[in-house]
């Protein structure tokens, strides 16, 4: 298995993937325009025919806070560390963006403890982050909660930082 940036030839993989979910009402359902228009923001796991067995998408919102949407591993294949390479994915994206926090809304709350993110309440994040919820199976009953992951500069030098700081220009 390998993680990777999303490609257009991608799209139809992440289509069925993501309609998969749709019909559970797991996921809100994507039309292909909408996948093909947002593919920049996407990562998928592919196997080694390059068939789509999982996607996620890191959508930017403001300066300090981005989103983790569209996340779905194919079923014969969860458990295995896909979604986490997913969701690390998306961290080290928001990270190379300078994005200072990601968030998730869903209902898998273990899974994303799991990977480094803690619960907020869903009043602490902006009314603007909202506007897809009308598209959602499950409005106006939302039962989803709301995590978060935060960069926190340590002002320390990181490994990488210290090693160019400490050598002879
Ligand atoms: C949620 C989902 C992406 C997780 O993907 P996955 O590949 O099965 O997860 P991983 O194997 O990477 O699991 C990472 C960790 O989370 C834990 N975990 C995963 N799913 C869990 C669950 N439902 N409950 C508790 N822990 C869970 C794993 O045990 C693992 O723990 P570890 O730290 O001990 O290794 C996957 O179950 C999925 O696609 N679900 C359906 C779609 C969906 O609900 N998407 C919306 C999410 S916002």
Redesign the pocket.
Known sequence: MNIRPARVSDVPGIHELVGT?AE?K??IRRTMAELYESIQEFCVAVDDDNHVV?C?ALHVFWEDLSE????????P???????????DWCWDRARQLDVTSVF????????????GYHPIDKSELPQGIWSECVRCPAFPECK?SALIRVHEPTGRLSRAESRYAAAPV
């Open positions: 979910f559970n797991l996921m999982g996620a983790i949407r569209c996340l779905a591993v194919a079923e294949l969860q458990g295995h560390g896909l979604g986490r390479g997913l969701v998730a809304l869903t209902n898998s709350v273990q899974f994303f403890t799991r990977c989803e």
